[in-house]
């Protein structure tokens, strides 16, 4: 018996030590790429990359590109701890709708937020392409720096600050792709940035789209016209704000999907002029579904910004190839931690907030994410308003039946959003109040058909206490049961608690 034991000690001990080995030998890759270049299967990343100009890479279908946690090997770049691919040329990665998604990911055992840097793409001429992507666990996971690619069936998740930053003057193609659980904003729009973004969803995000300065993205035009975004959007269950505009523009977000016909409910979530008058309309009628006259909105608190011509003589000196005198936003920083509030006592979480009743999404739900496609489905465009005072009937087409892959995404249940049975406020830590530290947990929740927690992993904490504080409750809460079409599935939700000492 002692012989056998031995014997099995000795094999999981020769295994262990191959994959030691596995490790060690493993080849990373850094620097500049000066040639035409192809990459497929697995890349491993411990620095910068750099596409020089007039290169491009292209990544074969499939393909996963996994950087090493908190590692910059060539100390530089927008954050010298931190690798990131910066393209001077080109990026062509396309993958596959079916098992053959291009992955950009974190390399740790249990991957968080602020693993690496992101993706920065920085050509003024040549679009690059992102066509089924998934980029996770990011700073920012794509920053369109005065170029503009076009992105296309894909997803930017998990990321630490924002899922997509277009900036200076960008115009990027944002297409069919889901943007969720990213932690400032899912898209953020400045300097002048003008994206472009339709038949996609954003969703539990601190924010959905930020807008400052001059920007001015297209979010859905109706009735449709020539080289516009044609809406079509799924823009909801962001935990702040859906629509924040900061800037003096009109917004365009006309024949998208808010997951709401009640008035004070959508306008809860939309800042603009009518909460300052510094700041441009968020213009969103016709809804995709039924228009309605809206109530007035309560004011919120702004964000901190750098004045609008400072920022914008930024824009001016980096499309004239210079270096920006104002310093860039690094992790740890207080650009990168600030959450607009639209109360000024905010709860430790968004489960202590009031959770309004189950509503009927305005269209059909669309098939369930999975890991290898996010469920995006195209719906038609709204007829025009018969009046301003006139409620428009929008006749949705209903998309194919989909095989459903579970866990679903919440946006994509019958109801379009996850309801409470029971919710338990975790305790702030008692060291965390004698140091008056405040911060952040997120974490992925997987819910199982009966409505318990099935399985849980944490995306990002401002520290340890913080976690144990949220593992200690996280067991308890309890959701009402999801169904698709009426079958009841598995879900997942991203779940925000933020720890805020009472002034």
């Not at 992102?130 to 998740?157: A, D, M, Q």
């Not at 995306?459 to 593992?471: K, N, T």
Request: hydrophobic share 35%; aromatic share 8%; net charge neutral.
């Amino acid at each position: 018996m002692a012989k056998e034991s031995m014997s099995r000690y000795l094999i999981l001990l020769i295994a262990a030590t191959l994959c030691s080995a596995g490790a060690q030998s493993r080849d990373y890759f850094s620097g500049t790429i000066s040639t035409d270049t192809r990459w497929s299967g697995e890349i491993y990343v411990d620095g910068d990359v750099i596409i020089a100009r007039g290169v491009t890479l292209t990544i074969d279908s499939g393909s996963r590109i996994i950087f090493k946690a908190r590692s910059d090997r060539m100390r530089s770049g927008e954050d010298p701890e931190r690798a990131e691919i910066i393209v001077y040329g080109k990026l062509i990665a396309r993958g596959r709708e079916r098992g053959g998604r291009i992955i950009f990911t974190s390399g740790a055992d249990h991957p968080q937020m602020n693993d690496w840097y992101g993706i920065i793409f920085k050509n003024l001429q040549e679009p690059s392409v992102l066509e089924f992507c998934l980029v996770e666990y990011g700073y920012k996971g794509i920053t369109c720096y005065g170029s503009s690619p076009r992105i296309e069936n894909s997803e930017v998740r998990f990321n630490y600050y924002i899922g997509i930053s277009v900036e200076v003057r960008a115009r990027p193609l944002i297409r069919n792709t889901l943007v969720l659980g990213n932690g400032f904003a899912g898209i953020n729009c400045e300097l002048a940035a003008a994206p472009r973004i339709e038949q996609s969803v954003i969703n539990q995000n601190t924010n959905g789209v930020i807008i400052f300065d001059r920007s001015q993205p297209d979010l859905g035009v109706f009735p449709p016209e020539e080289g516009k975004s044609v809406g079509e959007n799924r823009i909801f269950n962001n935990f702040e704000y859906d629509v924040y505009n900061h800037s003096s523009n009109d917004i365009f977000a006309q024949n998208n999907i808010w997951n709401t016909e009640r008035p004070e409910e959508l306008e809860q979530h939309i800042y603009d002029r009518r909460d300052h008058p510094a700041y441009g309309e968020v213009i969103y009628r016709p809804l995709y579904g039924r228009g309605t006259r809206l109530a007035r909105r309560r004011p919120g608190v702004l964000p901190p910004v750098l004045p609008a011509e400072t920022r914008q003589r930024e824009a001016d000196t980096l499309l004239a190839g210079g270096e920006p005198s104002t310093p860039r936003h690094r992790p740890g920083e207080q650009a990168g931690e600030v959450f607009p509030e639209r109360t000024e006592d905010a709860p430790v979480s968004r489960t202590e907030e009031p959770v309004a009743p189950p509503l009927s999404p305005v269209a059909p739900p669309a098939s369930a994410s999975s890991p290898e496609t996010p469920a995006i489905t195209r719906t038609e465009a709204a007829p025009p308003e018969k009046s301003e005072n006139t409620p428009v009937e929008t006749p949705a087409e209903t998309p194919p039946r989909v095989p459903i892959v579970e866990p679903v995404l919440e946006p994509f249940i019958d109801g379009g959003q996850r309801e409470y049975l029971r919710r338990v406020k975790p305790k702030f830590p008692d060291i965390y109040k004698r140091t008056r530290r405040e911060g952040l947990v997120i974490m992925e929740v997987i819910v199982a058909r009966d409505g318990s927690v099935e399985s849980y992993r944490i995306l990002r904490s401002d520290g340890e206490a913080f976690s144990e504080a949220v593992r200690d409750v996280i067991r308890q809460f309890r959701y009402k049961p999801a169904t698709v079409n009426g079958k009841p599935v598995r879900f997942k939700v991203v779940e925000r608690f933020r720890f805020k000492l009472v002034r």
